[in-house]
């Protein structure tokens, strides 16, 4: 399973991106899908992820700003993210968790997100 996330960059504070991830491969029983981000000198965090079933989380702090969906056929996952603050500048992860008897977690190679005036 890869996957393959495209859509960072440099935007000033106040204004939008969206981040895209496509995975490939054996991909099977979807437990989740989503987003991580982790900040210079902190942890990786969760940002947004769908579960199976559909229910959406966000984390607090992009709670009505931010928006995640997900193609089902097409096995992607997108982040529009808006009204973007600095302290969302980071390193965004897509994120996907197959579930059988075993879970499987997979990372994408990580997109620069830099919110600067």
């Known amino acids: 399973v890869q996957l393959q996330a495209s859509g960072g960059g440099l935007v000033q504070p106040g204004g939008f991106l969206v981040l895209s991830c496509a995975a490939s491969?054996?991909?099977?029983?979807?437990?989740?899908m989503g987003w991580y981000r982790q900040a210079p000198g902190k942890q990786r965090e969760l940002v947004a992820e769908i579960i199976s079933g559909g229910k959406i989380v966000y984390a607090d702090s992009v709670k009505g700003r931010f928006t995640i969906s997900r193609d089902n056929a097409k096995n992607t996952v997108s982040l529009q993210m808006n009204s973007l603050k600095p302290e969302d500048t980071a390193v965004y992860y897509c994120?996907?968790?197959?579930?059988?008897?075993?879970?499987?977690?997979?990372w994408g190679q990580g997109t620069l997100v830099t919110v600067s005036s």
């Open positions: 994120n996907l968790v197959l579930r059988t008897i075993v879970i499987y977690t997979y």
């Open positions: 491969g054996n991909i099977f029983n979807i437990n989740t």
